[in-house]
């Protein structure tokens, strides 16, 4: 019989856990409510800063804990046009940022485990994108060519997301891996 280390016994909803998932998904939210944005010079996109608490939260609480903070980090928008769509594509990103990152943190060391990150945070925003089409197309149908133009096909609408997001991605990255990096070893891995 294969024996457990006790780090892997621990129940995920610990005080720690609870209070990073609580604190990142809270500042998520308050960068949504208070309209925060980063003009991205030469375009007409601004970068969301929501998606670094996401991705770096997430990646610290695991699964369940990206589910909360994505929840949180859309809860801003679920009354609106779209708003749902908003909050179950943030809740995907985040579940799968948070089981993604722990198998990853097993698996390697750094240098490769940066790279492996910087695939994981690409991964996130293809995947986010994917979702909030997804969402926006069976739970909006009616307001899906107000936002992305009459006659939009949903893989025509996914491509044009997606042009849009390399300059808020690498403005996400680079963050994120500041603060992923500047973090003891110790406190890299998830905390469930």
């Known amino acids: 019989m294969e024996r457990t280390s006790d ?18 998904g809270a500042a998520a939210f308050l960068v949504r409510w ?12 601004n970068s969301d800063p929501r998606e670094m608490f996401i991705i770096v939260g997430s990646a610290l609480t695991g699964p369940v804990g990206g589910l909360v903070i994505g929840f949180l980090a859309g809860l801003v928008t679920l009354f609106g046009d779209f708003g749902l769509s908003d909050v179950l594509a943030h809740m995907t990103g985040g579940l799968l940022m948070g089981g993604l990152y722990k198998w990853a943190c097993r698996r390697w060391q750094m240098p490769i485990f940066f790279i492996v990150w910087v695939a994981l945070v690409i991964g996130y925003y293809l995947i986010l994108i994917l979702a909030f089409v997804t969402f926006m197309f069976l739970l909006y149908p009616g307001n899906a060519p107000i936002l992305f133009g009459a006659g939009t096909s949903p893989l025509q609408a996914y491509r044009l997301l997606a042009q849009g997001a390399p300059p808020e991605m690498i403005i996400t990255l680079i963050f994120s891996s500041v603060i992923l990096l500047a973090l003891p070893k110790k406190y890299r891995c998830p905390l469930w």
């Open 7 to 24: 780090k892997e016994n621990k129940m995920w909803l610990t005080r720690p856990w609870l209070v990073v998932a609580l604190g990142f």
């Open 34 to 45: 208070a309209g925060l944005s980063i003009p991205i010079i030469g375009t007409g996109i």
